[in-house]
C-alpha cells in the first residue's frame, strides 16, 4: 500500500535515500541524478528517485522540525529504507564554524520533543560509524571546510533565552544546531538504518537568526555553494558504500 503521506511504496524507494527539510533541496538533487523522476509531492513530503554514477537513489523533504521528520522516515523505512542520509542547514555554535562550512554530525543532543516519544532522553542519538568514516574522507578528499563533532536539534527557533541556550552549548563544544539530526539518529538507530547528517552552516554565532537565513535566500551566497557541497558529498558517499 501506498504510505499515507509521503505517498510511495516499496515499488518507489531505494535503499539509500537522501533526506531535507526543503522541498527546493530535492529539486537540486534531481536535476543532478540521471532518468531522475518525481515520485510525489504530498504536503511538505516531496520524494524524487533518480541514478547516480549508476546507483539508485531516492530524495524525501521532511519539511521543518522532528515530528515531521518522523513521519518521513518512518514511512520511507516502511518502504525499504536502509540508508538514510540528511543534508540540512545549521546554526553555528562556535566562532570557527563559517558560511557554507559543513559539519558533519557525530552525535546530537536531544532537544527535540519528537524523539523523545519513542525513548528515554538517556537513549544516545548517534551517527553510523561507516557513513560517517567515508563522509569525512570525502570531504578531506575534495578539500572543503568542514568540522566533525556534536550538533543540538531543537524545536524552536523563537525563544526570549536563544542567546542564553547558545553561550551554554558554546562552552559545550556543540558545533551547530538544527531541528531534525537528533530525531534521524534516533529513530534511525531504533529501526536498524543507518544514518547520517550533513549541515550546511547558514548562520554565523551570536548573529540573528532572521537575517542569516535571509542572507541564505541569496543565490551568490557562500550558503549556496554549501548546499551545492553537501549535496555532492552525499552522492558520492552513497556511491563509494554501494561499491564496497
Known amino acids: 500500500m501506498k504510505q499515507p503521506h509521503i505517498n510511495c511504496d516499496e515499488n518507489d524507494i531505494s535503499k539509500y535515500v537522501i533526506i531535507a ?6 529539486d537540486k538533487i534531481k536535476d543532478i541524478l540521471d532518468d531522475s523522476y518525481e515520485v510525489a509531492y504530498n504536503r511538505e513530503f516531496k520524494t524524487i528517485r533518480g541514478r547516480y554514477k549508476g546507483i539508485e537513489i531516492t530524495a524525501t523533504s521532511t519539511g521543518i522540525g522532528g515530528p515531521s521528520a518522523t513521519i518521513a522516515i518512518e514511512e520511507l523505512s516502511a518502504c525499504g529504507a536502509e540508508y538514510i542520509i540528511r543534508i540540512g542547514s545549521c546554526g553555528a555554535v562556535q566562532d570557527k564554524v563559517k558560511l557554507g562550512d559543513l559539519v558533519l554530525a557525530t552525535g546530537a543532543v536531544r532537544e527535540d520533543g519528537a524523539s523523545k516519544m519513542y525513548v528515554e532522553e538517556n537513549y544516545p542519538a548517534v551517527s553510523d560509524f561507516y557513513l560517517n568514516r567515508e563522509l569525512v574522507a570525502i570531504l578531506e578528499e575534495y578539500n572543503l571546510n568542514h ?3 556534536i550538533v543540538r536539534s531543537h524545536d524552536s527557533f523563537y525563544i526570549d533565552y536563544e542567546d542564553d541556550i547558545m553561550d551554554y552549548y558554546n562552552h559545550k563544544n556543540v558545533l551547530g544546531s538544527d531541528m531534525e539530526t537528533a530525531t534521524l539518529f534516533t529513530l534511525g538507530n531504533l529501526k536498524k538504518i543507518k544514518t ?6 547558514v548562520v554565523l554565532y551570536q548573529n540573528n537568526v532572521k537575517e542569516g537565513v535571509a542572507d541564505y535566500l541569496e543565490e551568490e551566497s557562500k550558503t549556496i555553494v554549501g548546499e551545492n557541497n553537501q549535496i555532492k558529498v552525499a552522492l558520492e558517499c552513497i556511491y563509494r558504500i554501494d561499491s564496497k
Open 196 to 201: 547520517a547528517s550533513i549541515l550546511n552552516n
Open 147 to 149: 568540522h566533525v563533532g
Open 21 to 26: 527539510g526543503d522541498p527546493k533541496r530535492i
